[in-house]
Every structure is written in C-alpha cells, then in structure tokens.
C-alpha cells in the first residue's frame, strides 16, 4: 500500500480553502469580540515598567551576599535616623512647650504699663475696662520694682512685685506656686511686719525660711544728706516660698501685697502696670494693640509675653534646627551606603540592562529603574523608621520612665509633644536623601552600552 502523497498546493489552479468560522480560532478557541482573532493568554505588562524591574531586583534572591548585607544597613540606617530624628524633636517640642507654659503661667499674657515712673494713676478704672474686651479672660494691678534683701549678711537683688494675691490667681500661675498655700499675702503679719514671698533660689542665698525675717532696701524714698543717699529699709516677715521650676524667677522674685508694695515704694495710689490673662495666650501680640486702641489711654503701653521672651523663643527654635541637621547626618551615612548598594546591583545586572537597552529602552527608562530602587531602599527604611519612632515616643508618653534630676531641671519627667509638621518634615527630608544619593549610580548605569554589557556578562 503506497503511502499518500499530497501534491504541493498551487495557488494559480487549486481552490482557495474555505475560512475558519467567524468568533473561532483555528484551534477551535474563542475569538476576541466581534469574531477578531483569539489573543493569546499570557502575563501582561505591568504599566509602569521601571517600578517594575526595581521591585523585581529588590525582591530579587540571585543578589550577592554583600548587596544584601549592604541593602540591609542602608534600609536600617536611614531606619535609625528617622527614629532619632523623630523622638528627639518630640522632646525638643516638649521641653518647648513646658517652658512657654511655665513662662505664660508666670507673666500675664498681656500687660499695660504707664509710660513714666508714675505708673498708672487710676487702676481700678483701666483694669474694669481691659476685663470687658472680648478674649480677656481676668485683669489684676501690680507693682513692679527693685530693690535688696537683706538678712545676716548676705544682700542679693530682687524684683518686688506687689499683688492682690485674690486678683492675681485670675491672671497667673503664681497663687498655685506658693508655699504654704495662701488666700492672701497679708498686709501686716505677726509682729506688725508685712508679708514677703520669696523665689526657692533667692530664699535659699541669703539663708531665709518661713517666719524669718529679713529687710528690704530700696532706694526709693531714700533720704539724702551730707554723706549721699541713705536708701529706704523696711523689715519683712518671710510667709511662704515661690516655686516656678524657672531659675530666672525663682532666683530674683518676691512677692508681696499690694498695699503695702505701694508704700514701700512711694507710689501713692498708683500702680506699675495692669496684667490681663487671655482665652487664646498665642493671640496676645494682635490683642495687645487692638486693646491699647480701644482703651485709648494717654501714658499708657502695652507689652505682652511672646515679645518679652523673644529672645529665648528664638534660641530654642535655632536649636532645634541645629539638632535636626545634625541627626540628618545619620540619614546621610546611610544614604551613602545605598550608593555602595545600587552600584553592586548595576554590577550584577549589567547583562538586563544591556537586553534593556537592545530592546529598544532609553538611557532614561534605565536611569528610572534605578533612581525608584534607590527611593524604595529610602522608603522601607523611613516607613521603618517612622513606625519605630512613633512607637517610642507614645512609650515615652505613656510610661515615663526617664526620669530626671529635679534639682537640677524644672521638671521630674521627660516632656514627649510630637508634631505632625515634625514627621511631614523628617520623611521628606529622609526620602530626598536617598533619591539624591541615587542619582550618580542611576546615571551610570544608564551609561552602559548594550553590547558590551551583554558580551562581559556572558
């Protein structure tokens, strides 16, 4: 039995065979829509094929040990840095916030001050006024002068403020801060002596408890004669202790009534200033002007908080700044080793990016895979260290078991105040670090030629 032999098909005499049905491949499969050819099933490509490739080669298990080692302390050092960065400015802005408090507690946050030594003549008037303006929360009069204590030997300088102790718990801190508690700082003590609160600080100089007794000297009233000025002293009775935590205020503060300071000092019925508390302590600066305005008062200023502490607000804030450059550093060390880390990738993976490149890839598209595996490693050790440092600081916040010297700070515990423009601001800097860093192995790599790359590899 012969074997069947076909003859060749000749176009110019043979019929033409007839079309596959419509909506069916030749192999009986499903055509595409409207009868179009059956497209073969397969992997798509992925959209962006630079992220792509990056993710691939970070994912990738054929790296070298060393650009594993490598990958690691990058993504941990820029982890480290993140959390150090981010908990110490936590602590920064605490430290910040406890002074602004402590200070805001202190002084009024808005003072009205007469423009000559005379102070303000009519106090109850302008202090019933300033309480009526909207945001004013109390209003209280004081004096404020200097003068000496004295007390078995030892002299230091102090600030005497004279307050209605009841008027004065509307405006600040300073009733809270007295020991023993006080309804008032009487006017005449046991003896005839009036009363005298004394900062912790200068109390503790010139050797001076409560119920002892020291004497003041100012010369304010003081006598002249043929030898000069005799200055004014008047003995006081010690009835309590201050303590801000402030040394500036601890260290040169006394308190004492209000009358008897207007004696002591010769004012009369005058007083130094009007101190005004207000609902929202940061709109003091605007306030400040709008209520000198509405008083319209001859002779009479306004001050208020954020100005007399500027200088110490301004310091705090460049030293912030400083510490978060000098942190960033750390960040810097690490984005230098995600250099040494892409510079082995482009090493390992010159035979893809000459296959790359031979298909028909840019130097643009190759630049691309390696800047966005650069930002990668930069991402995961950010998003690494944002986690780890979020975690620290609320244990900060919850257990404060860092504990400090009150001796020797104002406070006993760690203040933690993270702040989300502090984080927006680490992770911006954290990742513009490692994308920089990126860019001289990118454009290296993307330098390549393909053949070349293709025969070394091979």
Known sequence: MHADHRRPFDPRGDPVPAAAPRGRTRRG????????????????????????????????????????????????GVALGVTALLTVLAVMNGFE??????????????????????????PDSLTARAARYPGVVGAAPFVYAKAMVLRGGYAEGLVVKGVDLAAERRVTSVGRNIAPPLDSIPGAAAGGLPAIVLGSELAARVGAAIGDTVVLASLAGAQHSALGYSPKLRPFRVAGIFTSGLYTYDSSFGFTGLAPAQDFFQLGGSVTGIEIKLADMFAAPRIAGDLLRTLDTPGVRANNWIELNRNLFTWMKLEKTVMFVILALIVLVAAFSIVSTLFMVVLEKRRDIGVLKSLGASRRVVMRVFLLEGLLIGGLGTGLGVTLGGLLIAVLQRYPFVRLPGDVYFIERLPVRPEAGDFAAVILASVLLCLAAALYPAWRASLLDPVDAIRRQA
Do not use: C, K
């Open 97 to 122: 916030n406890e002074i602004q408090s402590r200070i805001a507690g202190t002084d009024a946050h808005v003072v009205l001050l007469g423009d000559n030594t005379g102070g303000i003549g009519d």
């Open 29 to 76: 499969g499903r055509g595409g829509r409207r009868g179009r050819p059956g497209r073969p099933r397969g992997r798509r490509h992925p959209v962006n094929l630079p992220l792509w490739i990056a993710a691939r080669y970070l994912r990738s298990r054929r790296w070298s040990s060393f650009a594993t080692v490598l990958a690691g302390i990058s993504i941990g």
